[in-house]
């Protein structure tokens, strides 16, 4: 599988993103996605994922109640809906797959190459 980000860009506080990740391949269906995010001098850091047909997703809880992840199976994407953006939500975003949910930490099989998000203050 291979993943390709888009989306990202440099907002500020309080405003909206939408990231994309586009995958390659008739199995997306198969994958578990994920979205994880680094900041500059921070270790990587779990956002959210999402279940093969989007019947469950989970968040990190910094970004609860304001990001939204969702799937479309028909187009092989998966999407991260950014809203009241922070400065500290400023990294890079990465999306992952995997056959199986993983716990946060884990090294996801496949992953995108990353796209930079910044919030001003």
């Known amino acids: 599988v291979q993943l390709q980000a888009s989306g990202g860009g440099l907002v500020q506080a309080g405003e909206s993103l939408r990231l994309s990740c586009a995958a390659s391949?008739?199995?997306?269906?198969?994958?578990?996605m994920g979205w994880f995010r680094q900041a500059p001098g921070k270790e990587r850091e779990f956002v959210a994922i999402?279940?093969?047909?989007?019947?469950?997703?989970r968040y990190a809880d910094s970004v609860k109640d304001r990001f939204t992840i969702s799937r479309d199976n028909a187009k092989n994407t998966v999407y991260l809906q950014m809203n009241s953006l922070k400065p500290e939500d400023t990294a890079v975003y990465y999306c992952?797959?995997?056959?199986?949910?993983?716990?946060?930490?884990?090294?996801?099989?496949?992953w995108g190459q990353g796209t930079q998000v910044t919030v001003s203050s």
């Open positions: 992952a797959a995997d056959r199986l949910v993983r716990p946060p930490k884990y090294e996801y099989e496949y």
């Open positions: 391949g008739r199995t997306f269906s198969s994958y578990v």
């Open positions: 999402i279940t093969w047909s989007g019947g469950t997703t």
